[in-house]
Structure formats: structure tokens, C-alpha cells
């Protein structure tokens, strides 16, 4: 028997498809479990949050532009089966998958966000296009190509955690544990995929590709586990829901929305588990190619968003940046809503180390740039497409630019900070001292916060691409305040008010 031709134009042009699609439909299993974690979830902030996400969901849906302003590290699971040959064999399977992430993030119409950075140890250059792709080949029986494509965020990926246990440990206790001590950095409520045995290397890959699987918690325990990690999965979505983290960390009763589990066989001496959440913008599709053509991806129907608004409560402030007061400042609390008009300036990681360098000279600050009773927005957006000012541009983990807050304080008078996540207890303090604030948006809003950008315009650092230094002028940007003047954190807040009913809510499930 003759084996089956792939032309290759096929297999990269459903790749960059492929790719297209995930960075603005989320999956129909993932709507439906996260519209199911809504309707349940009675801790306002997180229900806030829960809200946001679904509406950035279908506006991304409806205007096709990405779920988050990180539209993520392409990984590529390849299973070609012996019996394929190729229409053009002057490329490996790598070159391919890197040809279609190029198409894909370079498209005119939905630019995504080059976010890959080559030589990773020294210079840190952006590649421009988002290649390479973490690619995982196999040769399996067959006349298919079979491909599983993710595009896997950093604030997730940056939690995965490898244990190397001893036999005699308790997988769930250690998963547990990991997942208390994560922060909110992953943006949940995700989905946490779980490797057990084989090597250091196959559990962290058998982690990785057990979040394509779709979410089925719910059929599970309907009809109840039957394997050891048909029983782990019930345990552990169980006790990680009963943390009381919930969205965004801000304390509720949601925080995974399913565990998935893979196992393989492993030395009698070890057991390996790795543990790898993915995020509120959880992003993957599987396709086949069978020679026929290129892959075909059906959008979910548009009745299966549910019917959510995001309406300001009668505690929701308004708040004028041009004209705000540290008086003003003191007078917020931890979990109230504001909506911001005014400006504010960006600054990710590269322009942080660039202005707390000059802060430590004494260098000047480069024109333009006077941070002086403003806000630093920690976000690096998408490119602007058609009229739009900015593309996606929701908020990057804040945990990591802890470092730098004490000389951003210090050096500029800046009155406060926006990100996601939470800041250390350390910072907290800082924060405090300077009598300056930290204020959250939701990570996963991205698209739904850049409708708030009514002006954006690069200001210093232009070389850095996404990471420069912009002005951005918002008009009723929605924040909740996450660290108040008095270092009290929502983030320690949150999840210790709701943990006693978080408990309870999935007792009553079980
Ligand atoms: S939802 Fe959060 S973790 Fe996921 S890609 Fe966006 S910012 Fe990163």
C-alpha cells in the first residue's frame, strides 16, 4: 500500500490556522465550566473577575482579536504516522511548525505578540515572529499526522513545579502544597495538568500534554473514579478548590476548573510529578491531516457564552488620575473597584532594570518620562490592528517586579502600581512606607481592558518592541485596590475569608 502524501503547505498553513483560532476562541468545554463556576461562585471580587473574563471571551470571539495581550510560547505535539510521506521534504517537522507560528503571529489582520527572546542567558533578543516552537515529534503506526497545539502563557508556565518524590510520598499532599504556595501569578481559575513517573524530563512533558485533554471533571464525578489517577483527579480538584484561592487569588470558591492526570512507569527508586497550571486564557486544538487538505476549525456557537454584563456596583469609584491626591489614596481599602481616567504609563521588566540603572547613577530619566504621582501599568500589549489605539494589553504578574518597587518609589514619586497577582509581604510593606498603592486588573481581560485606552503613544525605550515604555490615557479602567496604604493585601485577605466555605461548598458537592 501506497502511504499517504501530506503536502506541506497543508500541514503549516493549519498550523498558523490552528494558532489563529486558539488566540481568540477559548474552547466550549472551557466557557461551559467557567460560565458553571460563575453562576456558583458567591465571593463578589472573584465573581468580578469571573465576569470579565467571560465578557473579554466573547468580545474576543466576536472581534477575533486575542483573549490575552501574551499570546504565549507555541509548544507543537506531532505524531506522524509511518505510513506518511511528505510533499516536500527539504524542511524537518520543526522548520514546519515554525513556519506556520510565523504566519500565525505575523497575520496583518490579528497580529500576535512576539513574546519569544533568544539567547536567554545573555542578551535576551527578541526574535520577532515567536519562533521557535517547543516542538514534540513521534513516529506512531498509522497514515495521519496528528497535531496538538497550545499556546501556553508565561504567568503559567512560570509556575510549573518538578518533585522529584520518594516512593513512600503523598502525590496529592505535595500537589496540594505546590499549588497553596503559587500565588495567583497562573491567573486561575484554569486547569492544573499533572505528570507522574518515568523520568524528570517524561513527567513534566507527560504534565504539559495532559492540559489538552478537554475538561471533563463534571462527567467524572457523575459517574465516579475507577483508577488510581481517575482518584487523584477527584482528590485533588476537590482539596485545590477547598484552598479558597479562587479567581485572580482574591479568595472564592473556584480556582481549578478541572486536574487532569497522565502516569508512566517509572524506576522502583523514584517517583517524578510535575505539575503545570494553564490560565484563564487557556489556549490549545488538536487537528488531523490525512492528506485530504488542510485542517478546518469550527468556532463555538455564539449562544454558548452566557449572558453576563459587567455592570459598575454603587461602591465603584471613579476616579480622575490628572487630578488625584495621596489624601485620595488613603482613603481606598483593599477589594474596592475603581475606574480610571487619565494618564499612566507602561513598564515591564527590561524598562524597570533600564530605569532603576539610571535611578542608581543618577542618570536623568529619559524625556518625556516623569512618573511623579502617576501609575506604572505592568503590561506589555499586543500590536494595534485596523483603528484599534492598542491591541490586548491586560495586566503581567507584578510578583516580578517586587525587586524593583522600593527604587521605583523611591526615585520617582510615582503613586502606586498596576498588575496582577500578588506582591510579596515584603513589598506589601514598601508599599505602606511610601504611602502608595497597588492596584489589580484581571489577567485574561486583556482585550475587554484595551477598549479603556483611549490614547497610547510610545515614549522611551522603542528598541524593547511590546516591553517599551508607553503613555497610555484609560477612560473608566476597571481595578480593584490590592495593596492599600496600609499594606493590608487582598491577596492574604481573600483566600483566608473564603477557605472555611470554599471547605464546605465542595463538601456538599462530593
Ligand atoms: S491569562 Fe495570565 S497567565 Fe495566561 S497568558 Fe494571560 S497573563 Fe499570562
Known amino acids: ?20 483560532f486558539i488566540s481568540y476562541y477559548h474552547s466550549p468545554d472551557f466557557i461551559r465550566a467557567l460560565s458553571s463556576a460563575y453562576e456558583h ?44 510521506a511528505w510533499s516536500d521534504t527539504s524542511r524537518d517537522i520543526d522548520a514546519l511548525v515554525n513556519e506556520g507560528v510565523r504566519r500565525a503571529y505575523q497575520d496583518t489582520d490579528n497580529p500576535l505578540r512576539a513574546s519569544i527572546l533568544a539567547d536567554p542567558a545573555g542578551a535576551r533578543r527578541n526574535t520577532g515572529d515567536n519562533t521557535p516552537a517547543v516542538v514534540h515529534t513521534r513516529l506512531v503506526p498509522g497514515r495521519a499526522v496528528k497535531v496538538g497545539l497550545a499556546a ?8 510549573a513545579r518538578l518533585g522529584m518524590l520518594k516512593p513512600s510520598d503523598n502525590i496529592a499532599d505535595w500537589v496540594v502544597e505546590s499549588v497553596s504556595e503559587l500565588g495567583a501569578g497562573w491567573c486561575p481559575p484554569g486547569i492544573l495538568g499533572v505528570g507522574i513517573g518515568g523520568t524528570a524530563e517524561k513527567a513534566v512533558a507527560l504534565a504539559k500534554e495532559a492540559l489538552l485533554e478537554p475538561i471533563d471533571i463534571t462527567e467524572l464525578l ?28 482574591l479568595g472564592g470558591l473556584t480556582t481549578v476548573l478541572d486536574v ?6 517509572t524506576h522502583a527508586a523514584s517517583q517524578p510529578v510535575a505539575l503545570i497550571p494553564n490560565c484563564a486564557a487557556t489556549r490549545h486544538i488538536e487537528f488531523e491531516l490525512d492528506g485530504s487538505g488542510p485542517a478546518e476549525f469550527d468556532p463555538p456557537p455564539a449562544d454558548l457564552w452566557p449572558d453576563v ?29 475603581l475606574l480610571l481616567s487619565g494618564a499612566i504609563y507602561t513598564a515591564r521588566d527590561a524598562v524597570h532594570q533600564k530605569l532603576c540603572e539610571m535611578l542608581a547613577s543618577g542618570e536623568a530619566l529619559p524625556d518625556g518620562v516623569d512618573l511623579r504621582n502617576r501609575f506604572v501599568y505592568y503590561v506589555g500589549p499586543v500590536e494595534a490592528a485596523g483603528d484599534e489605539v492598542v491591541g490586548p494589553a491586560g495586566p503581567t504578574t507584578a510578583t516580578r517586579m517586587d525587586k524593583f518597587t ?22 506589601a510593606a514598601t508599599i505602606a512606607e511610601h504611602g502608595a498603592v497597588y492596584l489589580i486588573a484581571v489577567g485574561g481581560a486583556a482585550y475587554l481592558v484595551s477598549k479603556a485606552i483611549r490614547k497610547a503613544r510610545t515614549v522611551a525605550f522603542a528598541e524593547l518592541g511590546m516591553e517599551a515604555l508607553r503613555e497610555f490615557v484609560v477612560e473608566d479602567m476597571p481595578v480593584i485596590v490590592a495593596v492599600d496604604v496600609t499594606g493590608r493585601s487582598i491577596h492574604d485577605e481573600g483566600p483566608a475569608k473564603w477557605q472555611e466555605q470554599a471547605i464546605r461548598f465542595h463538601q456538599r458537592e462530593a
Open 222 to 249: 457523575e459517574k465516579g473514579p475507577d483508577t488510581a489517577t481517575e482518584k487523584l483527579r477527584v482528590e485533588l480538584y476537590r482539596r485545590i478548590n477547598s484552598l479558597g484561592i479562587g479567581a485572580q487569588g
Open 152 to 159: 501556553k502563557g508565561g504567568g503559567s508556565e512560570n509556575k
Open 406 to 427: 522600593r527604587e521605583m518609589l523611591e526615585g520617582t514619586g510615582m503613586f502606586g502600581m498596576i498588575g496582577k497577582a500578588e506582591r510579596s509581604s515584603e513589598t
Open 309 to 337: 454584563t459587567i455592570e459598575a456596583t454603587e461602591d465603584t469609584r471613579s476616579v480622575s488620575l490628572d487630578s488625584l491626591t495621596r489624601d485620595d489614596l488613603a482613603s481606598w481599602r483593599t477589594g474596592d473597584r
Open 260 to 265: 487532569k492526570v497522565r502516569d508512566f512507569p
Open 41 to 84: 461562585e458567591r465571593a463578589e471580587s472573584a465573581k468580578y473577575a469571573m465576569a470579565q473574563i467571560l465578557v473579554n471571551s466573547r468580545m474576543c470571539a466576536e472581534g477575533r482579536r486575542p483573549i490575552c495581550q501574551d499570546t504565549g510560547i507555541v509548544v507543537a505535539f506531532v505524531d506522524v504516522g509511518m505510513d506518511v
Open 1 to 20: 500500500m501506497s502511504s499517504t502524501v501530506i503536502q506541506t503547505e497543508d500541514f503549516v498553513q493549519s498550523v498558523a490556522d490552528g494558532l489563529q
